[in-house]
């Protein structure tokens, strides 16, 4: 577990989220982020994604699964609001929903340094002013262990360090939403377990609702959460991962 000092240093508190665990058939009072109705997806003639109906409540930590192909990535990047869908419509339940995203692609810029990367993250609408940042930044880089490579270009890293940077990048600017794309595909159990106690803490602690894509189900099974499974762009099942 992290300790409290290091948490508080890794704080922001943009959204006041009441989140509740739910049960799958039981009333959700969790307030609603973000609704997808009827969502479909076409690149040219392929169909990567057809009508996803989906709700992302506060407190969410929801799994994204699927084999390769079904359709998460796209999936992620609607939710995220970075690619509009085909058809369909997806509306916002809050008035400040601020989303960040970790690409499967990461597209850290590799050539710059890993404190570069972060910096880039920094809002002042969030931080008082560069010191408090690079405080927030450097002990979140100890949380990750990411601290000693601060200093070291992109470049140099190996596949797991920066998949570590591209989820700090994400949580930097204090979202109330967290969309990852196979953010530990790269990494070991014992890393994954790891940072899934790190989001773990973030999303019962801070109010970050999470969104988690990965092929692995086995391995995802292995946390706690809700499930989305996607078959060929069609979400099979969407519940809680104690009922499948
Ligand atoms: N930019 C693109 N242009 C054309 N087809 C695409 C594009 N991106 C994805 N696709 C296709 O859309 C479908 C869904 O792709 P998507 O990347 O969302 O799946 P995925 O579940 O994330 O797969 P993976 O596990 O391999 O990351 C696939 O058939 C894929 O080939
Ligand atoms: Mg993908």
């Known amino acids: 577990m992290m300790k409290d000092q290091s948490s508080a240093a890794l704080g922001f508190n943009k959204s006041k989220i009441r989140s509740f665990t739910q049960e799958q058939g039981t009333l959700n009072t969790a307030p609603l982020l973000l609704e997808l109705s009827n969502v479909s997806h076409s690149y040219a003639t392929v169909s990567a994604l057809k009508g996803i109906n989906l709700q992302i409540r506060g407190g969410d930590f929801i799994f994204v699964t699927g084999a390769s192909g079904a359709g998460k990535s796209t999936l992620l990047s609607i939710i995220s609001g970075e690619l509009p869908p085909s058809h369909g419509s997806i509306s916002h339940g809050i008035d400040k929903l601020f989303v960040t995203q970790v690409f499967q692609e990461l597209k850290l810029i590799d050539n710059l340094s890993v404190k570069d990367n972060l910096r880039m993250a920094h809002d002042p609408t969030v ?118």
């Open 127 to 244: 931080y008082k002013n560069d010191n408090e940042f690079m405080e927030v930044m450097t002990e979140m880089g100890k949380v990750f262990g990411v601290y000693d490579a601060l200093h070291r270009k992109v470049s140099s890293l190996n596949g797991g360090l920066k998949q570590k940077v591209a989820i700090m990048r994400a949580l930097l600017p204090g979202p109330n939403l967290l969309v990852a794309d196979e953010p530990t595909s790269a990494l070991d159990f014992e890393s994954t377990k790891k940072l899934y106690d790190v989001l773990a803490y973030y999303n019962s602690k801070r109010a970050l609702s999470i969104v988690w894509a990965s092929h692995n189900r086995e391995l995802v099974r292995k946390f706690s959460g809700k499930m989305a499974h996607l078959e060929k762009g069609i979400l099979v099942y969407s519940g809680h991962a104690c009922f499948i």
